[in-house]
């Protein structure tokens, strides 16, 4: 079966008047699918915070780094599932 983007999670960028990009609505974005995980659209980020990493984390090479506003994580919170 193929995962499907299932909800937004918080309100859509235009609806938080993110910037740089309201009107082209290309801000960072939660998606819960329907495999029960969650996709980011987010600033990649790998390169500048990698090495920065506590020695109890650590990412696969297929893995990437990725940062969301506060505002967008903040907006979603209600929309998290406690379980």
């Not at 109890?56 to 998290?80: G, H, N, P, W």
């Amino acid at each position: 079966m193929e995962v499907e983007i299932v909800r937004r999670l918080g309100k859509a960028p235009r609806q938080r008047r993110s910037s740089p990009s309201v009107n082209a609505g290309t801000c960072p974005d939660i998606f819960e699918l329907s495999d029960g995980n969650f996709a980011i659209i987010g600033t990649e980020a790998t390169e500048a915070l990698d090495g920065q990493l506590p020695a109890d984390a650590s990412r696969a090479d297929y893995e990437r780094i990725v940062v969301i506003s506060r505002e967008t994580l903040i907006e979603a919170k209600k929309d998290i599932p406690d379980a």
